[in-house]
Structures are given as C-alpha cells and as structure tokens.
C-alpha cells in the first residue's frame, strides 16, 4: 500500500498573507496531487506564503520552497533559524499606520541584517489592505498572536528539514528534476502580473509552459482561468474549479493544469 502522510485537523496556516495565495485552494490542490509514495521530492516553485506546503506534517522525503522574491525567501529562513529573535524584533512595533510607513521606508534602505529586515517584510505585509504591502490596512490584527505562531512554522520547517531556494524557475526545475519529483506551480496570474514586487512577463509565462512539458516528474499548475493560459497548455489536463474571492466577494474561477 502507497504510504499516506497525516493531514492535521488543526491546519498549520501561513505566517503572513500574500497577493494570490492559496488558503482556499489548498485542500483542492492536495487532493489532486499523485498517490504518496509515487513521489519523493515536493517542490514548490513558486511558494510564495506557503499555504500548500504547510497544509501537511510532510509532503515527500524531499521537500523544497522556493521564490523569486528575495524579502519572502529571507522571511522563510529567517523563522527557520531565527524564530525566536525574529518574534523579539517584531515585538518591537504596534499596528498602527505610522509604523507601517516607517517599515515600508526602510526596507528601501541598506544595512539592515537579514532578522531587521525579515522583520520589517513580515510587518508591511501584515498591517497592508488585502497583503498588497503598499497601503495600510486599518484593520485591528494582533501582532503579538502572529508572532507567537512563529515557533509553530519552524517546527514544520525544521521537522522536515524543508529547502529554501531563491532561484529562477527554470534553472530550479532542471536542478530537482527527476522521474519521481512532483513540482507544485503557483506563478503569477496572467494579466495580474503588475500587483507582484517580482516581475513576470508573457514570455516567461510561455518559458515556464516549455520547461514543464520537458520535465521527467510531475507537476501540477494553477493559474487564472484564462484564454490564453487555456491556449498555452492545450494538450494538457486542464480541471476548472471555483473559489470565494476575499477582496471582492463573489466567485472567482481558476484553473488547475497537470501533466498526469
């Protein structure tokens, strides 16, 4: 019998929020992925909060996050190894629109260690409207709460001992590619684009349907459902499904492409 991971009754959620995350696809993603123990290497090309990754004890024996944005994959390692001076940096600051200002100044600036600005990322996303990190969200969040969740996202990261890559998603593909690696895809929307810190063009959009259709293992792809995206990856499985829309209320449809 394939082996079977634990799934947690009490979901190990995210450290912050993100443009595009996938807390309410994330059961909807795991549940299409292949049978455990026909993979053994999970990567995440593009991690982002990490709502996927964290929504099991363990993935595979090999488990990799991954992301273009640099403040995010410092964030990642930072509560990997530095939870605990983490949290007494942020515990340093209080919600309030000023200090998200101030956050958001200095991280334009440079000398700050890798745990300063670790901080200031983790705060400008928490206290942002809708995770956009550009304006302040006015709303009442308890930074001492979120703080203290801090330990319980080390413990994953370290009981699995997950890698923290930041690289393109090319050459991070062809790296851990392999017959049995299950590659979980999350870039940006097509046409939303502008809303990431990360660029990402049309062409890499069309570099990113090249590299997975020549890999050995497995992946499974999320995107907007859109027409150019259902044009790009024709041939492939393409399954719709739908989702609630935090920001604006409503459906919103999205598309879940593999290659199994």
């Known amino acids: 019998m394939p082996r079977r991971y634990f799934i947690r009754s009490d979901l190990l959620n995210s450290p912050i929020t993100r443009m595009g995350g996938k807390k309410l696809l994330r059961k909807t993603i ?10 053994d290497r999970y990567v995440e090309v593009f991690g982002g909060a990490g709502w996927v990754l964290f929504y099991k004890d363990k993935h595979a024996k090999l488990e990799v996050y ?13 509560i990997k190894y530095h939870a605990g001076e983490l949290r007494r940096e942020i515990n340093g600051w209080c919600n ?12 334009d600036t440079r ?7 670790a901080a200031r990322y983790f705060l400008r996303m928490k206290l942002s ?11 009442t969040k308890n930074l001492s709460n979120a703080t203290e969740y801090l330990i319980d996202v ?21 790296v851990y590619d392999r017959p049995k690696a299950l590659f979980c895809c999350d870039p940006p929307y097509h046409s939303t684009e502008k809303y990431y810190d990360v660029q990402f063009t049309e062409a890499d959009h069309i570099r990113l349907r090249d590299t997975l259709k020549n890999i050995k293992g497995k992946f499974l792809l999320s995107y907007n459902d859109d027409e150019f995206i259902r044009e790009l990856y024709n041939g492939f499985k393409i399954d719709a499904v739908e989702r609630q829309n935090n920001i604006s209320g409503g459906r919103f449809k999205e598309l879940i492409i593999t290659n199994y």
């Open 30 to 39: 795991c549940e299409r992925f292949p049978e455990n123990g026909t993979f």
């Open 66 to 78: 991954n992301d273009a944005d640099g403040e995010l994959v410092n964030l990642m390692r930072c």
């Open 96 to 107: 309030a629109r000023e200090f998200f200002e101030d956050v958001s100044a200095q991280l």
């Open 111 to 117: 000398g700050l260690t890798d745990i300063r600005r």
């Open 129 to 139: 409207f809708g995770a956009d990190g550009r304006t302040y969200g006015c709303n």
């Open 154 to 174: 080390q413990r994953r990261l370290m009981s699995s001992s997950v890698v923290i890559e930041h690289k393109d998603f090319e050459n991070l593909i062809k």
